[in-house]
């Protein structure tokens, strides 16, 4: 069913993507290059898009699951995200509570 089955393959582009971003850049704005490669295949086809937001919100279920894949991307980029924040990846501490 369309492209949400892929949504851990897209975890992976995605870390890809954010260690492609240079490395003085913020990670927010690494991060939001990184989405955007992702992202960008359902703006530029409008269809695409409609068709995976009319699905996650008409079926709970497959938003629950979507919900929950995308969830995985915080482990597979912690270690990207806190090397590019100069803090331990290794740490508890979550990175998005360091300044």
Known sequence: MYDIDKIG?????LLE??????NGESVWES???AVGTITRRYTDDADRGH???TLLA?????AA???E?????YPLLRPEIARRLG??????ADPRRIR
């Open 69 to 73: 894949k995308n969830a995985r991307w």
């Open 58 to 62: 008409n079926h709970s279920a497959r």
């Open 51 to 53: 068709k995976l937001v």
């Open 9 to 13: 393959v897209f975890g992976d582009e």
């Open 17 to 22: 993507a954010l260690k492609r971003r240079p």
């Open 31 to 33: 991060l939001r290059h």
């Open 87 to 92: 803090t331990d990846a290794s740490d508890a």
């Open 65 to 67: 699951a979507h919900h």
